[in-house]
């Protein structure tokens, strides 16, 4: 079986390694040394002033809505993950949904404007498949009406914008280091912010509020992350450039394979280096997906409808219609991309689709 993704796993003796170290210590949580190495090392590797490690990419967003003090309505993207939108819900704020751009699959900022009411509090867009949003525009729109804004950055490990990693931007990125994910800790994630009083407020967040054994500074939550999660993040970032080059170096063959294939790519701004976390493909209609889906299923090849259903259309949201997504969402299919995958599973997969297409045109 091929599925659509698999973990990246370093050598056991690498991990065993520091997971001696933990015994040793007998510190397993709180804030420990290798938590504090792997905050250290991301920020060095990433160019970041500021990064919080903590449980999982979910309450990163949850941290950073509780954070910023968010209430009424937020502009936010229905093409994503539906933590995106869960989380919103989950902090009492009303997710309205924005359609996204055909091409870039990332909310439109041209229909940011005309959504904003006097509830409006904020912006909480989604780096689509790592591709990074339009920045620029949203922080024009943002500045023009006092609005926050959060990135869900969760797919952008190693994602560029203006030469700087996309989770510099917004005034909080959140991320998550899920072990589906490009980078991962097996169970993760991380805030961002270029802000040091809003780093404090989320560090007091992320640990129930604790100023001392028995003081606190504002509600909190358990937002930490363990030394095991931490011990596995270091060894994956001791391999993160032969992870970026290697699916630089896959989503290329699938391009060179997959010319002659009738379907669409997200486009990617001129000022954005994508980090291949993904290989989207938008086919021309749904028949044409679902032919190619079943295709490669019939052959124990397992991609995946993201993002599928939109989540305009989740049962807990306020009804919007999104065509754009509704759309994209019935076409779009990713294919399988991970370490291990090979060239030789690569050409399987992009053989079955051009087939399917070649029978479909006849
Ligand atoms: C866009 C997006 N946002 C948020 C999340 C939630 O992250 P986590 O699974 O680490 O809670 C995910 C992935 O799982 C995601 O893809």
Wanted: net charge negative; aromatic share 10%; glycine share 6%.
């Amino acid at each position: 079986m091929i599925p659509v993704t698999e973990p990246f796993l370093p050598p056991r003796e690498q991990y065993q390694a520091l997971i001696d170290q933990v015994w040793e210590r007998n510190w397993l949580t709180n804030n420990g040394p290798l938590v504090n190495q792997l905050e250290l090392r991301l920020k060095r590797y990433l160019g970041l002033n500021h990064l919080l490690f903590v449980g999982n990419g979910t309450i990163a967003l949850q941290l950073a809505i509780k954070a910023l003090g968010l209430k009424g309505e937020v502009l936010t993207t229905p093409f994503s993950y539906v933590a995106t939108t869960s989380s919103l819900v989950w902090e009492g704020c009303t997710p309205v949904f924005v359609d996204i751009d055909p091409e870039t699959l990332n909310i439109d900022p041209n229909r940011l404007e005309d959504a904003v009411t006097p509830q409006t509090s904020a912006i909480l867009a989604t780096h689509c498949f790592g591709n990074p949003c339009d920045i620029e525009a949203i922080r024009t729109v943002a500045d023009a009406h006092g609005l926050k804004v959060i990135y869900d950055a969760a797919h952008c490990f190693g994602t560029t914008y203006d030469g700087e990693s996309a989770f510099a931007y917004g005034d909080i990125s959140a991320t998550s280091f899920h072990a589906t994910k490009l980078y991962h800790t097996v169970e993760g994630g991380a805030v961002i912010t270029q802000d040091p009083d809003l780093l404090k407020r989320m560090a007091y967040m992320r640990n129930f509020g604790h100023d001392g054994p028995g003081t606190f500074n504002g509600v909190g939550i358990n937002g930490k992350n363990s030394e095991m999660h931490a011990a596995m993040g270091l060894c994956v970032l001791d391999h993160i450039d032969d992870i970026l080059s290697r699916r630089k170096a896959q989503c290329e063959r699938y391009d060179a394979l997959l010319q002659n294939l009738h379907v669409q790519r997200p486009s990617v701004l001129p000022n954005a280096e994508v980090n291949h976390a993904y290989y989207p493909i938008l086919f021309e209609s749904n028949e044409a997906m679902q032919t190619a889906f079943e295709a490669l299923e019939r052959k124990e090849i397992r991609p995946r409808r993201y993002f599928w259903p939109s989540l305009s259309t989740l049962g807990y949201v306020p009804e919007a219609d999104m065509p754009v997504t509704m759309d994209v969402a019935e076409r779009v299919l990713c294919l399988p991309l991970y370490h291990a995958l090979t060239e030789e599973e690569q050409e399987m997969i992009t053989r079955i689709l051009l087939r399917t297409q070649k029978y479909a045109y006849e």
